[in-house]
Nanobody
Framework: QAQLVESGGGSVQAGGSLRLSCVLSGYVYGSNCLAWFRQSSGKEREAVAA????????YYADFVKGRFTISLDTAKNTLYLQMNALQPEDTAMYYCAATPRGEWWLLPPPPLVNHFSDWGQGIMVTVSS
């Protein structure tokens, strides 16, 4: 059973940076999609960025393009989300998620919540103005 554990969240002022990490324990890489989602109060959970392990393609939501970068270190079994130029509207609980094996890159973006079988517990990011 895969276990995903996030770290690196916290509070930062607008314009600042944070790097989230997600350690994927017991995870077997194949043709998977690994992603970061976020959910703020009263809103649906939404995909922020995704990494397709077959081919390395990446997806970014429009609202983070140019500011956030997703990356995967397979030697450390860790998925990262580098977040720069943070804004108050980025305040949310951030979740790491992984799909089972499949041809996920064939599906049109964005990645959907119901594609993902494994989730981390979530980590809070708060951006103050």
């Amino acid at each position: 059973q895969a276990q995903l554990v996030e770290s690196g969240g916290g509070s930062v002022q607008a314009g600042g940076s944070l790097r989230l990490s997600c350690v994927l324990s017991g995870y077997v890489y194949g043709s998977n999609c690994l992603a970061w989602f976020r959910q703020s109060s009263g809103k649906e959970r939404e995909a922020v960025a995704a990494f397709y392990t077959s081919g390395g393609r990446q997806y970014y939501a429009d609202f983070v393009k140019g500011r956030f970068t997703i990356s995967l270190d397979t030697a450390k079994n860790t998925l990262y989300l580098q977040m720069n130029a943070l804004q108050p509207e980025d305040t949310a609980m951030y979740y790491c998620a992984a799909t089972p094996r499949g041809e996920w890159w064939l599906l049109p973006p964005p990645p959907l919540v119901n594609h993902f079988s494994d989730w981390g517990q979530g980590i809070m990011v708060t951006v103050s103005s």
